[in-house]
T-cell receptor, first 114, second 119 residues
């Protein structure tokens, strides 16, 4: 699996957009970018994923650069409850295989302040 | 998203005893589940991949005889920490992969975790 690089921490004011970057310069053509977050003492929560097109759901938007070497997770209106560690992970899509496992890096600690 | 549960949420046991943790997929059948461990202030570490009806696949450095995994049904995987010692105290988290016929990218959803304290 490709490795990812994320800043260790970021701050964001409540109500503002939080933009979390992720570098995955060694990503392969069939590797998806997944984003999860972990609020303290809880299991990770799925946020969004994408391959090469930008994606949006009710939680966030995912912007992937054209060369796919980096991506940005956008929380459009951050709230205090969005304070968490955000993990960017690349995963090979394998059909019916034990490959495609998720390996977590250190992630970005996002702190949303009032 | 899909729902994954774990039981118990926390457990305290004496050194040398065995502890079983259950992971259930509540609204889908999962042929593949995963077990992670997380120490304080560290990231999640994948321990093993649990496959329904077959042996688990362990990550390098994880003792398969110490961490027994059973995936006897499509909705249940269990992790048994055998002869637990204080250094096994950790946060254990499972995840389940949604099958392709439900979600094409087979997204993984995580349980709430089980906090194990070995005295």
């Amino acid at each position: 699996d490709a490795k990812t690089t994320q800043p260790p921490s970021m701050d964001c004011a409540e109500g503002r957009a939080a933009n979390l970057p992720c570098n995955h310069s060694t990503i392969s053509g069939n590797e998806y970018v997944y984003w999860y977050r972990q609020i303290h003492s809880q299991g990770p929560q799925y946020i969004i994923h994408g391959l090469k097109n930008n994606e949006t759901n009710e939680m966030a938007s995912l912007i992937i650069t054209e060369d796919r070497k980096s991506s940005t997770l956008i929380l459009p209106h951050a709230t205090l409850r969005d304070t968490a560690v955000y993990y960017c992970i690349v995963r090979v899509e394998m059909r019916g295989s034990t490959l495609g496992r998720l390996y977590f890096g250190r992630g970005t600690q996002l702190t949303v302040w009032p | 998203g899909a729902v994954v549960s774990q039981h118990p949420s926390r457990v305290i046991c004496k050194s040398g005893t065995s502890v079983k943790i259950e992971c259930r997929s509540l609204d889908f059948q999962a042929t593949t589940m995963f077990w992670y461990r997380q120490f304080p202030k560290q990231s999640l570490m994948l321990m093993a991949t649990s496959n329904e009806g077959s042996k688990a696949t362990y990550e390098q450095g994880v003792e398969k005889d110490k961490f027994l995994i059973n995936h006897a049904s499509l909705t249940l995987s269990t992790l048994t920490v055998t002869s637990a010692h204080p250094e096994d105290s950790s946060f254990y988290i499972c995840s389940a992969r949604v099958p392709r016929h439900i979600e094409r990218q087979e997204t993984q959803y995580f349980g709430p975790g089980t906090r194990l304290l070995v005295l």
